[in-house]
């Protein structure tokens, strides 16, 4: 950070500090290979799994798989509202002041075709190991439209960014 007037920082610009915000962003969603999706029934009951994931580039799509015959996939066909937990803790006592962890909202959707295609090139280039997993017919593509990415850092500096167009295409 640059210095002005002694030891006072000198502030960041609006487009310093969302650039500063979108690099962490892409850092956490790059190296991490789990989150935490939450969905809710349609009796409003919350449920939470691991899934492994991947981002677009521009961050506004984030995909996972799950097989069709899990609770998970029937809340996303009962209400397509999603939020994704990414974070960096290893689960040491440096994680208070250390960790970096994001909230991603939007709206998932099951893909299909030539769109579900590419989109399984995205996934494996991060996650080849699932190969067999995501190309099995029981097993469904979603892609979350993100619409706000909520980051938090040392667990009380809060950031938000709101993606163009609400989370749509």
Do not use: W
């Amino acid at each position: 950070m640059s210095r002005a007037f002694g030891n006072r920082p000198m502030a960041k610009s609006p487009s310093e500090r969302q650039s500063t915000t979108e690099n962490l962003l892409r850092s956490l969603l790059s190296t991490q290979r789990l989150a935490v999706v939450s969905t809710h029934s349609a009796a409003g009951h919350p449920y939470a799994n691991l899934v492994a994931f991947a981002a677009s580039d521009d961050l506004k799509h984030i995909f996972f798989a799950t097989p069709r015959s899990t609770r998970k996939f029937e809340n996303l066909e009962a209400d397509c509202r999603v939020a994704l937990l990414v974070d960096s803790r290893s689960n040491r006592e440096e994680d208070f002041h250390e960790a970096v962890a994001v909230t991603v909202m939007g709206r998932a959707g099951e893909l299909y075709g030539a769109e579900r295609d590419d989109a399984i090139r995205l996934y494996l280039a991060k996650h080849p190991y699932l190969e067999d997993f995501v190309r099995a017919p029981t097993c469904a593509l979603f892609k979350i439209h993100v619409q706000r990415y909520v980051l938090v850092r040392h667990f009380q500096n809060v950031m938000e960014v709101e993606m163009e167009g609400g989370g749509s295409d």
